[in-house]
């Protein structure tokens, strides 16, 4: 069965500094795909991204960049100069190419950026 | 703005009541997913339709059904309603109900069960 471990419950920086989100899973399966999800105050869930699994390259969008490593089942996520509207809760997701289509969700990373 | 529109947005109720909650999935998808979020079990899976049927079902209890109709949106129904079903209920839509696919989540519904 597959499982996602974000072992950060709470983390709380200074704004400007940079932060990184611990994603670990485990699947049996060979095609799978990573996701990060964030949850702002309001409550609404986005999408920040999706990753293959056949795709190691990590990704760059603006401040934020993923680093993927099939070898340690890990997909960080790295937030670089926080700012206070990244405030949220964050949620590192697998989905599987065979009967496991829907979406199992780590229990989320709190992050506080303080002024 | 994902697209997907779900409503109540809020949902206060007694128990032993029954309540529908109510999807619209974005533009040209086939796939809705519902969710639940609660402060003692995180999201869950619930279940997934695609273009009408059923198409995966996880931790859904035997109180909860749900449905998706020819236009493709889908409702949610909570019966027997109990303390413990409080909780943010997220729609999710997709493309085509692949694992591939990214799942885009609606503003939820909060249910609260007094």
Redesign the interface.
């Given at each position: 069965a597959q499982k996602v471990t974000q072992a950060q419950t709470e983390i709380s920086v200074v704004e400007k500094e940079d932060v990184t989100l611990d994603c670990v899973y485990e699947t049996r399966d060979t095609t799978y795909y990573l996701f990060w999800y964030k949850q702002p105050p309001s409550g609404e869930l986005v999408f920040l991204i999706r990753r293959n699994s056949f795709d190691e390259q990590n990704e760059i969008s603006g401040r934020y960049s993923w680093n993927f490593q099939k070898s340690t089942s890990s997909f960080n996520f790295t937030i670089t100069a926080s700012q206070v509207v990244d405030s949220a809760v964050y949620f590192c997701a697998l989905s599987e190419a065979g009967s496991a289509r829907q979406l199992t969700f780590g229990s989320g990373t709190q992050l506080t950026v303080l002024p | 703005d994902?697209g997907v529109t779900q409503t109540p947005k809020h949902l206060i109720t007694a128990t032993g009541q029954r309540v529908t909650l109510r999807c619209s999935p974005r533009s040209g998808d086939l796939s809705v997913?519902w969710?639940q979020q609660s402060l003692d079990q995180?999201?869950?899976?619930l279940i997934?339709y695609y273009n009408g049927e059923e198409?995966?079902k996880?931790n859904i209890l035997e109180r909860f059904s749900a449905q998706q109709f020819p236009d493709l949106h889908s409702e949610l129904n909570l019966s027997s309603l109990e303390l413990g079903d409080s909780a943010?209920y997220?729609c999710?839509s997709s493309a085509s109900?692949?694992?591939?696919?990214?799942?885009?989540?609606?503003?939820?519904t909060?249910l609260t069960v007094l």
């Open positions: - | 994902s997913y969710y995180g999201l869950q899976f997934q198409r995966a996880g943010l997220f999710a109900g692949r694992g591939a696919d990214t799942q885009y989540f609606g503003p939820g909060r």
